[in-house]
Nanobody
Framework: QVQLVESGGGLVQAGGSLRLSCAAS????????MGWFRQAPGKEREFVAA????????YYADSVKGRFTISRDNAKNTVYLQMNSLKPEDTAVYYC???????????????WGQGTQVTVSS
């Protein structure tokens, strides 16, 4: 059974940092593009960041560029999202996703996690 499990979310003050993790199981994800998305209440899900299978290419939404860093450890089948200088507008449920056959770094993605809540207080 393919699973993506996010962790590391929580409540943090504006200006603080969090590191999200996404652990993959059920198949090998080392050749997949991996992405992070988020969905705030009342809003559509939006792209946050993506990383190629080797980690050599990374992509970011303009709203997080310079503050967030995506990385991966293929030996651990895990993808990370380091979030610094957090703002209240970063509050959302964050999802990781995988794309075994590359189409676009923005998707579509084939496997999704259940999400982890990130809340940034002002």
């Amino acid at each position: 059974q393919v699973q993506l499990v996010e962790s590391g979310g929580g409540l943090v003050q504006a200006g603080g940092s969090l590191r999200l993790s996404c652990a993959a199981s059920g198949r090998t994800f080392s050749s997949d593009y991996m992405g992070w998305f988020r969905q705030a209440p009342g809003k559509e899900r939006e792209f946050v960041a993506a990383i190629s299978w080797s980690g050599g290419s990374t992509y970011y939404a303009d709203s997080v560029k310079g503050r967030f860093t995506i990385s991966r450890d293929n030996a651990k089948n895990t993808v990370y999202l380091q979030m610094n200088s957090l703002k209240p507008e970063d509050t959302a449920v964050y999802y990781c996703a995988s794309q075994p056959r590359y189409r676009s770094y923005k998707g579509p993605y084939d496997y999704w996690g259940q999400g982890t809540q990130v809340t940034v207080s002002s």
